[in-house]
């Protein structure tokens, strides 16, 4: 993983050399940036990359999921907003529209994004992984069972989570322990929150602190997943803020 960031860094801050006003570069090298955790310096380029290219989907999606993981909700519903006007055909720009209400707890208008997203793209991972974490939200938490029960889905840390969150605890537990067995999964912050939502708190901080020691996705919206709320004030979900080390905005 390091090696393929590694290799990512150097070609993105290459093409950035070549042609420094090709805002395509500083997107690459702003994800690269977000996938190293050197907030600073992605927010550095992908401001950059907007200056260049204020429509761009992948700038805006990019800065809007920056923004939104700094609790700056405000400003990345705008960006994220206009991103999806401007590319109406866009799934990935309706995709990180949903994603900014999401975390900004406004489930019912981030369904709304992710639906469209998906009338596009109806095999966008990410967006049908919302569409069933705001059923959750919503306190519907058994219409996404029909949603997670299939590929790609079935059997995998999200399919417990939403099992559990529905109050199908022993289904969950059973996909739980044949994810423990195989060390996790591919997907073990997923798995942590299934884990949360069976009341398994020391479990779900043994595969966070994991995830953190290979720097795994989805970590990056530890301060603003409301998974994580019922742990908020527990001294290791503190440590693993400090660890993450994003800064924070306000609005």
């Given at each position: 993983?390091?090696?393929?960031?590694?290799?990512?860094?150097?070609?993105?801050?290459?093409?950035?050399?070549?042609?420094?006003?090709?805002?395509?570069?500083?997107?690459?090298?702003?994800?690269?940036?977000?996938?190293?955790?050197?907030?600073?310096?992605?927010?550095?380029?992908?401001?950059?990359?907007?200056?260049?290219?204020?429509?761009?989907?992948?700038?805006?999606?990019?800065y809007s999921?920056?923004?939104?993981?700094?609790?700056?909700?405000?400003?990345?519903?705008?960006?994220?907003?206009?991103?999806?006007?401007?590319?109406?055909?866009?799934?990935?720009?309706?995709?990180?529209?949903?994603?900014?209400?999401?975390?900004?707890?406004?489930?019912?208008?981030?369904?709304?994004?992710?639906?469209?997203?998906?009338?596009?793209?109806?095999?966008?991972?990410?967006?049908?992984?919302?569409?069933?974490?705001?059923?959750?939200?919503?306190?519907?938490a058994s219409?996404?069972?029909?949603?997670?029960?299939?590929?790609?889905?079935?059997?995998?840390?999200?399919h417990a989570?939403?099992?559990?969150?529905?109050?199908?605890?022993?289904?969950?537990?059973?996909?739980?322990?044949?994810?423990?067995?195989?060390?996790?999964?591919?997907?073990?912050?997923?798995?942590?929150?299934?884990?949360?939502?069976?009341?398994?708190?020391?479990?779900?901080?043994?595969?966070?602190?994991?995830?953190?020691?290979?720097?795994?996705?989805?970590?990056?919206?530890?301060?603003?997943?409301?998974?994580?709320?019922?742990?908020?004030?527990?001294?290791?979900?503190?440590?693993?803020?400090?660890?993450?080390?994003?800064?924070?905005?306000?609005?």
């Amino acid at each position: 993983m390091a090696e393929a960031r590694d290799t990512m860094r150097r070609a993105a801050a290459r093409a950035v050399e070549l042609d420094p006003d090709l805002a395509e570069a500083h997107v690459a090298l702003g994800t690269v940036k977000l996938q190293e955790w050197d907030w600073t310096a992605a927010e550095r380029e992908l401001q950059r990359a907007l200056e260049l290219n204020p429509d761009s989907p992948e700038a805006c999606g990019s800065y809007s999921h920056l923004l939104v993981m700094q609790k700056r909700f405000t400003q990345a519903i705008e960006v994220a907003a206009h991103s999806a006007k401007v590319n109406p055909l866009s799934s990935s720009a309706h995709f990180h529209h949903g994603i900014a209400l999401h975390f900004a707890r406004r489930y019912d208008d981030s369904q709304v994004a992710m639906s469209r997203a998906l009338e596009i793209e109806p095999d966008n991972f990410g967006a049908l992984f919302m569409a069933a974490a705001n059923r959750i939200r919503l306190g519907a938490a058994s219409d996404a069972i029909v949603a997670v029960s299939r590929p790609p889905f079935a059997n995998s840390a999200l399919h417990a989570w939403v099992l559990a969150s529905a109050g199908r605890v022993e289904e969950a537990r059973i996909i739980v322990a044949d994810l423990e067995a195989r060390g996790g999964g591919t997907d073990i912050v997923t798995l942590a929150h299934a884990l949360l939502a069976l009341g398994e708190v020391d479990k779900s901080f043994v595969f966070l602190t994991k995830a953190f020691d290979a720097r795994q996705g989805y970590l990056d919206a530890l301060m603003v997943d409301p998974s994580y709320d019922v742990v908020r004030g527990d001294p290791r979900f503190k440590a693993l803020v400090v660890r993450l080390g994003m800064p924070v905005g306000s609005g």
